[in-house]
C-alpha cells in the first residue's frame, strides 16, 4: 500500500510527490465503519448493564 | 406555526413547550454546508472510483462556496454568538472522562452537557481543524487552474511545496469522508433523533431539555 502519489520529474532524477495515494480511501472508510461497530458494541454493554442493575 | 416559548426551564414544563436549539440561520448554514461537503466528496471521489465526468469546474466553485460559508460562520460565530456553547471547558473534559468509564464498565453517570456535550465540542473541532486543511489547500490550489475571475500561477509555489499542499487536501478529504460517515451514525441512532429534529425543524421539547441538559450550563 503505497501512501503518496509520485510522478518522475520532466528533468529526470528523483520521483516528484504530487499527492496523496487514493489507495488510502478504503482505509480511511474502513476505520469509520471499525469506530462505528466499536462504539456500537460498548454502548449496547453499557445499556445492558444499566438496564440489568436498576 | 410552532409555538416558541423561551424562559426559565423549571418554570414551564409541558410537550407542548420548545426550547429553540438551531435558529433558522444556524440550520440554513448546516445544511448548506453538508450539501456543498456531499458534492465535493461526490466530484473528488467519483472520478477516483471510475464514474467519469467533467468534476472539475463543480468542484471548485463548490469549494468557493464553502470557504465563503465557513468565513461567515467564523463571523458569526465569534461575534454574534456564544462562542463558549462550543468551548471545551473542565466540566466536558470530566464528561468525556465518565463517558469513558461508563462505556468501558464503571456505574458512573456523566454529568448533563449544556448545548453540546463533550463528544460534540470534540466533533466541532476535529472537523473545523479538517476542513479548514481541506479549504485552505483547495484555496492554494486554485492557483493552478485558470477561471473567470483569475489567471493561473502554477509558479508561486516549488513542486516539492505543490505536493505537500496536494497531500494535506488530499488526507483531509479522505478524513472528511470518514468523519461524514461517523457523523451519520450517530445522527442515525435512535437517542439522537431528537437533536436532528432540532437541526431540521429548529426545537428541542422542554422534556428533552430537562432529560439531556444542563440548565446551568445551558441557559434556554
Not at chain 1, 19 to 32: E, K, Q
Not at chain 2, 146 to 163: E, I, K, M, Q, V
Request: glycine share 6%; net charge positive.
Amino acid at each position: 500500500m503505497e501512501f503518496f502519489r509520485y510522478s518522475r520529474s520532466i528533468y529526470g532524477g528523483s520521483n516528484q510527490l504530487i499527492g496523496a495515494s487514493w489507495d488510502l480511501l478504503p482505509w480511511f472508510v474502513g476505520a469509520a465503519i471499525a469506530f462505528i461497530v466499536v462504539h456500537a458494541l460498548l454502548n449496547a454493554l453499557a445499556k445492558h448493564r444499566a438496564q440489568r442493575s436498576s | 406555526m410552532n409555538q416558541i416559548i423561551s424562559g426559565e426551564p423549571q418554570a414551564a414544563t409541558g410537550q407542548t413547550l420548545r426550547v429553540i436549539r438551531h435558529t433558522a440561520l444556524d440550520r440554513l448554514y448546516h445544511w448548506l454546508m453538508a450539501i456543498c461537503v456531499l458534492i465535493l466528496m461526490a466530484t473528488a471521489f467519483l472520478p477516483i472510483l471510475g464514474i467519469k465526468f467533467e468534476w472539475l469546474d463543480i468542484h471548485w466553485v463548490t469549494g468557493v462556496v464553502l470557504a465563503a460559508l465557513i468565513v461567515i460562520h467564523i463571523v458569526r460565530a465569534l461575534f454574534f454568538q456564544d462562542w463558549r456553547n462550543m468551548w471545551i471547558g473542565r466540566e466536558d473534559l470530566h464528561e468525556i472522562w465518565r463517558g469513558l468509564a461508563r462505556l468501558f464498565g464503571s456505574r458512573t453517570t456523566p454529568p448533563k452537557p449544556g448545548k453540546y456535550d463533550a463528544a460534540q465540542k470534540l466533533y466541532h473541532l476535529g472537523v473545523a481543524v479538517v476542513v479548514l486543511s481541506v479549504v485552505c489547500s483547495g484555496l492554494l490550489m486554485l492557483l493552478k487552474i485558470d477561471t473567470p475571475l483569475w489567471r493561473r500561477n502554477p509558479y508561486l509555489f516549488s513542486a516539492d511545496t505543490w505536493g505537500v499542499i496536494y497531500v494535506i487536501h488530499g488526507m483531509a478529504a479522505m478524513t472528511i469522508v470518514a468523519i461524514v460517515i461517523i457523523h451519520l451514525y450517530f445522527t442515525l441512532m435512535p437517542d439522537s433523533w431528537y437533536m436532528l429534529r432540532a437541526m431540521v425543524r429548529g426545537w428541542i421539547s422542554r422534556k428533552e431539555y430537562a432529560q439531556h441538559h444542563d440548565a446551568a450550563r445551558w441557559k434556554a
